[in-house]
């Protein structure tokens, strides 16, 4: 079994925006202003951008012999065995080696003509080390694009 982490790329680009907001912040405050409301105000961006780190550092990728499973942030865990994968396919934007989703199809879904994925997990957030090591599985049967 293999757990598949979250790495340090969210915190980076949070860490950039919210030093970005609070030069922003800073450059706008007037002296005689109420410091009390601007803080209060500074404070609540603060939590909003770790409530949205916190949901990307919950999710997990697990492969086993059987089954992968994709927990995203706050919701739910999906469950897929391999001998339901009919394929999977990855959508890339501007990385190809570091695509946005692998899409993971059952043969089911194909079969009552639906498009949607059984299974769509969320890649940007992992390291691309493990990014790749999950797209070279056997077991998925990823179509290049």
Known sequence: MRV??????AAIAFGILFGLFLAVA??????G??????????LS???GFAALLVHIYL??????????????GFG?????????????????????SHPLFLDIFR????????????LRI????????DVKWLLSQPQLKVRPR
């Open 4 to 9: 598949l982490k979250p790495g340090p790329r």
């Open 26 to 31: 800073a450059f706008a405050y007037k002296p």
């Open 33 to 42: 202003a109420n410091l009390v409301e601007g803080l209060k105000g500074v």
């Open 45 to 47: 961006v603060a939590a």
């Open 59 to 72: 999710a997990r990728i697990t492969m086993t012999d059987n089954y992968i499973e994709y927990r995203a």
């Open 76 to 96: 739910r865990t999906t469950r897929l065995a391999f001998s339901d994968i009919e394929h999977s396919s990855t959508r890339a934007l501007a990385e190809p």
């Open 107 to 118: 043969a089911s879904d194909h079969a009552h003509h639906r498009t949607r994925p059984a």
């Open 122 to 129: 969320r890649l940007k957030p992992f390291r691309t080390d």
